[in-house]
């Protein structure tokens, strides 16, 4: 308790002011709201997923840049141990920038990131992490379809890609997969941080784990899975519940996300 106390303090005030959203930001796009049945479904239930509004590409150095510029706390030198591990940032030769190699990344995602970082970020513009149910939906899109669950081909492409080495220089964000939505480089790019990762393979109450289902973490993981086929979640799933939110991944970048305005009607 004392902790989180202690960490909600420190993260107090991260950013000055958060940006007021009218309609949609530039640079994002609307997911209509939908349903999907997720790896770890609750008797394989389809659960509902309300329209929001994602950043249509993760986000770059350059961006990444400027905001440690505005809000020094996150730079590699200053940033607290507490929020980032000693990977953060590590591609960067210097506290505001990747130096010499800037014109080759500068457009590419931003890695070695931790959890709180990119918090942070995503406030400071106003916005915020996805959750891992809106980040999932939104991956089951193709380039023409919005649900291509279907399509072994689609998997296909992304255990090609899982099973590759990390180039040297990582491509430009628009030059990544483009989905149904408009979405840039879910699949093809970089693994992404969501705001509830650390729940994505507990079941049952966390204050009481005694009903936490203990084999999730081992091989008889997938006994609860709604699709025993789909490696391609498998590898999401494990992934994030490796993770703490101050580890730093060379492999893992993010992307801001923000519910879709509600609308209102003006009364004559």
Same mark, same amino acid.
């Given at each position: 308790?004392?902790?989180?106390?202690?960490?909600?303090?420190?993260?107090f005030?991260?950013?000055?002011?958060?940006?007021?959203?009218?309609?949609? #930001?530039a640079? +994002?796009?609307? /997911?209509?709201?939908?349903?999907? $049945? #997720?790896?770890?479904?609750?008797?394989?239930?389809?659960?509902?997923v309300?329209?929001?509004?994602?950043? !249509?590409?993760?986000?770059?150095?350059?961006?990444?840049?400027a905001?440690?510029?505005?809000?020094? !706390?996150?730079?590699?030198?200053e /940033?607290? !141990?507490?929020? @980032?591990?000693?990977?953060?940032?590590?591609?960067?030769?210097?506290d505001?920038?990747v130096?010499?190699?800037?014109?080759k990344? !500068?457009?590419?995602?931003v890695?070695?990131?931790?959890w709180?970082?990119?918090k942070?970020y995503?406030e400071?513009?106003g916005?915020r992490?996805?959750? /891992?149910n809106?980040?999932?939906?939104a991956? =089951?899109?193709?380039e023409t379809?919005r649900?291509?669950s279907?399509?072994?081909s689609?998997?296909?492409?992304?255990?090609?890609w899982?099973?590759?080495?990390?180039?040297?220089y990582?491509?430009? /964000?628009k030059?990544?997969f483009?989905?149904?939505?408009g979405?840039?480089? =879910?699949i093809? =790019?970089?693994w992404?941080?969501t705001?509830?990762f650390?729940?994505?393979?507990?079941v049952?109450?966390?204050r009481?784990n005694s009903?936490?289902?203990?084999?999730?973490f081992?091989?008889?993981?997938s006994?609860?899975?709604?699709d $025993?086929?789909n490696?391609?979640?498998? +590898?999401?799933?494990?992934?994030?519940?490796?993770l703490k939110?101050?580890y730093t991944?060379?492999?893992?970048?993010?992307?801001?996300?923000?519910?879709q305005?509600?609308k209102?009607t @003006?009364?004559?």
């Open positions: 308790m004392i902790r989180r106390l202690l960490i909600a303090l420190l993260m005030g991260a950013c000055s002011i958060a940006q007021a959203q009218k309609g949609t #930001p640079n +994002m796009v609307h /997911v209509k709201g939908g349903s999907f $049945v #997720p790896l770890y479904g609750s008797n394989s239930q389809a659960v509902s309300n329209g929001f509004l994602l950043d !249509k590409y993760p986000v770059t150095n350059a961006e990444y840049e905001f440690v510029a505005a809000y020094p !706390k996150w730079k590699k030198s /940033v607290k !141990k507490l929020f @980032a591990d000693a990977g953060y940032l590590k591609h960067w030769a210097s505001l920038g130096g010499a190699e800037a014109a990344v !500068k457009d590419s995602p890695i070695n990131i931790s709180f970082a990119a942070a995503c400071c513009q916005k992490l996805p959750t /891992v809106e980040w999932e939906y991956a =089951l899109a193709s379809k649900d291509a279907s399509d072994p689609f998997y296909q492409r992304s255990l090609d899982y099973s590759q080495p990390n180039p040297k990582l491509p430009p /964000v030059e990544s483009r989905n149904f939505y979405i840039y480089g =879910l093809g =790019l970089v992404e941080w705001s509830d650390n729940s994505a393979l507990i049952g109450e966390s009481q009903s936490l289902d203990r084999q999730l081992c091989g008889a993981g006994t609860g899975a709604s $025993v086929k490696y391609v979640a498998f +590898m999401r799933y494990a992934f994030r519940s490796s939110a101050n991944v060379a492999n893992l970048g993010f992307r801001c996300a923000l519910d305005p509600v209102t @003006a009364k004559l």
